[in-house]
């Protein structure tokens, strides 16, 4: 059965990145984010939690995006936008008809 996604909550304005690598002066690597596309989608928050570990608290928001399938949307890309940044953690089909993709992502995380 399809599931239902109503295409007018596609509100959200997002870049969708991915991650290239060029050598620095040093002979180091300098990690670049480039945008491969600009998306609209769905935001909802997840759950957030508080981590602590080696006496620092650190924040996990993590948040469900929803947006028009395309070719390509892989974990370990990220989506930017609204001055904030969204790694993408899971990517799948919610109903295999390649209608939608629904990517899991962490907030902050590249």
């Known amino acids: 059965m ?4 109503d295409p007018g909550k ?14 620095d002066d040093l002979g180091g690597q300098v990690e670049n984010w480039a945008e491969i596309a ?5 935001i909802e928050p997840i759950s957030a939690q508080s ?3 080696a006496d620092q608290a650190q924040q996990a928001v993590s948040h469900r995006i929803t947006m028009r399938w395309r070719d ?5 890309m990220r989506f930017a936008g609204q001055g904030r940044v969204f790694g ?7 109903d295999e008809t390649g209608r939608y993709l629904i990517c899991r992502t962490l907030e902050g995380k590249p």
Do not use: C, K
Request: hydrophobic letters at 45%; zero cysteines; proline letters at 3%.
């Open 72 to 76: 390509g949307v892989a974990s370990g």
């Open 38 to 42: 600009t998306v609209f989608a769905m």
């Open 10 to 23: 596609l509100r959200s304005e997002l870049s969708l990145q991915q991650s290239g690598s060029q050598r």
């Open 51 to 53: 981590l602590a570990g």
């Open 88 to 94: 993408i953690v899971t990517v799948h089909d919610p």
């Open 2 to 5: 399809a599931e239902f996604i």
